[in-house]
């Protein structure tokens, strides 16, 4: 059986390949594949813009979080344009019911754009990159959500936008940095703005999007908080320091998603909250909390040397 439309190959919207993905993988076991999923949801983007800041520091966390702006908007746009109908048949199993349309496949876009990045900024090797965008493609195909032609446009889409934004990005970044802060405030406060006005206008059962704005909404209010009373940089130099810092906020960011995946699926004001919530520490608390960390090592070395008779 095949969902083409009739301006894309038919071989690429056949639920062959997802009845021998299923197969290769036997049925019934889905969770595994959800949670390779994450990488590439909302809480994976997030995570991934974290420890971009916390460990990079703020160039690669605002890269980060403008390509996959433009990704979000592009992909919902043709999402919208080009009408295709989720996988359907009697050879498949579809483990999940999303409603929206099929083409492209956003978690394979998004996951290359991510990772995609960061590769071409030298901070991951291409095999880490090629490895994930992999593991989410097969993830959408065994959960009977995407055809091969979604996950195939998907990340081709990406390797296009990490291109194309790879260009453009130093010329706006440079022009970005002579923009008074008050510009990126009156930014922050219209995006949450329209996040709560957006808020009534979702599915009811779109839990990603109301987890879209959570963590748009707080991450909006949390890196223009960082830049104006934390100042973050990373720890040069200093593996150890690094890791005490990541082993500290990594584990009070997987709370926020733990409590979010054990609720209910009516409960999407509180998965609002919980992804908003989760913003505001990832990329306002950890960076505020680093921050204290190392002003106080510092003073301690401080003391340490002026107390050494040599």
Same mark, same amino acid.
């Given at each position: 059986?095949? +969902?083409?439309?009739?301006?894309?190959?038919?071989?690429?919207?056949?639920?062959?390949t997802?009845?021998?993905?299923?197969?290769?993988? +036997?049925?019934?076991h889905?969770?595994?594949?959800?949670?390779?999923?994450?990488i590439?949801?909302? =809480?994976?983007?997030?995570?991934?813009?974290?420890?971009?800041? =916390?460990?990079?520091?703020?160039?690669?966390?605002?890269?980060?979080a403008? *390509?996959?702006?433009?990704?979000?908007?592009?992909?919902?746009?043709?999402n919208?344009l080009?009408?295709?109908?989720r996988?359907?048949?009697?050879?498949?199993?579809?483990?999940?019911?999303?409603?929206?349309?099929?083409?492209p496949? @956003?978690?394979?876009?998004?996951?290359?754009?991510?990772?995609?990045?960061? =590769?071409?900024?030298?901070? *991951?090797? !291409?095999? #880490?990159?090629?490895?994930?965008?992999?593991?989410?493609?097969? /993830?959408?195909?065994?959960?009977?959500?995407?055809?091969?032609?979604?996950?195939?446009?998907?990340?081709?889409?990406? #390797?296009?936008?990490?291109?194309?934004?790879q260009?453009?990005?130093?010329?706006?970044?440079?022009?970005?940095?002579?923009?008074?802060?008050?510009?990126?405030? @009156?930014? +922050?406060?219209a995006?949450?703005?329209?996040?709560?006005?957006?808020?009534?206008?979702?599915?009811?059962?779109?839990? /990603?999007? =109301?987890?879209? !704005? @959570?963590?748009?909404?707080?991450?909006?209010?949390?890196?223009?908080?960082?830049?104006?009373? *934390? +100042?973050?940089?990373?720890?040069?130099?200093a593996?150890?320091?690094?890791?005490r810092?990541?082993?500290?906020?990594?584990?009070?960011?997987?709370?926020?998603l733990?409590?979010?995946?054990?609720?209910?699926? @009516?409960?999407?004001?509180l998965?609002?909250?919980?992804?908003?919530?989760?913003?505001?520490?990832?990329?306002?608390?950890?960076p505020?909390?680093?921050?204290?960390?190392t002003?106080?090592?510092?003073a301690?070395?401080? *003391?340490?040397?002026?107390?050494?008779?040599?």
């Amino acid at each position: 059986m095949t +969902g083409a439309p009739p301006w894309l190959p038919d071989l690429l919207f056949r639920t062959d390949t997802i009845a021998r993905v299923q197969a290769f993988f +036997g049925l019934g076991h889905p969770l595994p594949f959800r949670i390779v999923g994450l990488i590439a949801a909302t =809480w994976g983007v997030l995570l991934a813009i974290a420890f971009a800041l =916390w460990l990079w520091g703020r160039a690669d966390a605002y890269a980060l979080a403008a *390509i996959v702006t433009v990704e979000a908007l592009l992909n919902l746009t043709m999402n919208h344009l080009l009408d295709v109908a989720r996988p359907a048949g009697p050879g498949i199993v579809s483990y999940e019911q999303i409603p929206l349309d099929s083409f492209p496949s @956003g978690h394979v876009f998004t996951a290359t754009v991510v990772w995609g990045l960061l =590769w071409a900024r030298g901070r *991951i090797p !291409l095999s #880490a990159t090629m490895l994930v965008v992999t593991a989410v493609a097969i /993830s959408r195909l065994y959960l009977g959500v995407h055809y091969l032609g979604d996950v195939l446009a998907g990340a081709l889409l990406g #390797a296009v936008v990490v291109w194309g934004f790879q260009s453009a990005w130093p010329a706006v970044e440079s022009r970005l940095r002579h923009l008074p802060y008050s510009v990126f405030v @009156g930014c +922050g406060v219209a995006t949450c703005l329209a996040a709560v006005a957006a808020a009534p206008l979702l599915a009811a059962g779109n839990s /990603s999007a =109301w987890n879209a !704005l @959570g963590v748009l909404t707080g991450g909006s209010a949390a890196l223009l908080l960082e830049y104006r009373f *934390i +100042g973050y940089q990373p720890v040069a130099g200093a593996e150890g320091a690094v890791w005490r810092r990541l082993v500290v906020a990594f584990p009070i960011t997987l709370v926020f998603l733990v409590i979010e995946r054990t609720t209910g699926e @009516g409960e999407l004001a509180l998965g609002l909250l919980l992804s908003a919530l989760a913003a505001l520490w990832a990329l306002g608390g950890a960076p505020a909390l680093f921050t204290w960390m190392t002003r106080r090592e510092a003073a301690g070395r401080r *003391i340490g040397s002026n107390a050494d008779p040599g």
